[in-house]
């Protein structure tokens, strides 16, 4: 059943309107529970995320919020970037893509439903097993408060820092980034907070 509070969703995206629309369907014969989540279609089995429907500049897409535990034996399933431990979407870039797929999207979509029956839960990765930026560590070792304030963090803004710490390729780089946010992780705040 729709959703009033997404149908907008639905008729506000022009460039992917016919896509995501059949999208929608697919979904929802499934029988998971259409809601509004992050400003887009959530699909739900007993209140647990299953798969949402987002659109980009260049596609428009199925998240699967536990992909990475479905069999991806028809080879569609993309992981956004090497950081995305649980998702995988599924890229669209026209209406006959999701016509051709329809059958395998629907089958990925089961299984994602028995994923959540099953209770799986993907296996993240530590903060342990995280690479610290040399630069970052060094500071981390020569500032006391820093590394306490640090560790305080929840896991996720952690990651985040390490992550923006990481990026650039030039150390001259990684340290002014570090610099730039050496108050906010005293502060407690995370890197958008």
Known sequence: ?????????????????????????????????????????????????????????????LLFFKGALIQDTHGILIQQTENVQ????????????????????????????????????????????YAVPEEFQE???SDQALRVAFESLTPGRQRAYLFHFSQPKQSTTRESRIEKCVPAILEGRGLKD
């Not at 509070?5 to 059949?22: G, L, M, P, V």
């Not at 987002?54 to 428009?60: A, L, N, R, S």
């Open 1 to 61: 059943m729709t959703n009033p509070k997404a149908d907008f969703y639905f008729s506000t995206n022009e460039r992917w309107e016919k896509e995501i629309i059949q999208l929608r369907r697919i979904v929802l014969d499934s029988g998971l529970v259409e809601e509004l989540k992050w400003g887009c279609p959530c699909y739900t089995f007993h209140s647990a995320n299953v798969v949402l429907i987002h659109v980009f500049k260049e596609y428009c897409a």
């Open 86 to 129: 649980a998702a995988r979407q599924i890229r669209f870039q026209e209406l006959k893509e999701i016509l051709e797929q329809e059958a395998w999207i629907k089958a990925h979509i089961y299984e994602a439903i028995e994923v959540e029956k099953a209770g799986l839960k993907v296996e993240l990765k530590k903060m342990e097993e």
């Open 139 to 141: 500071k981390l070792d």
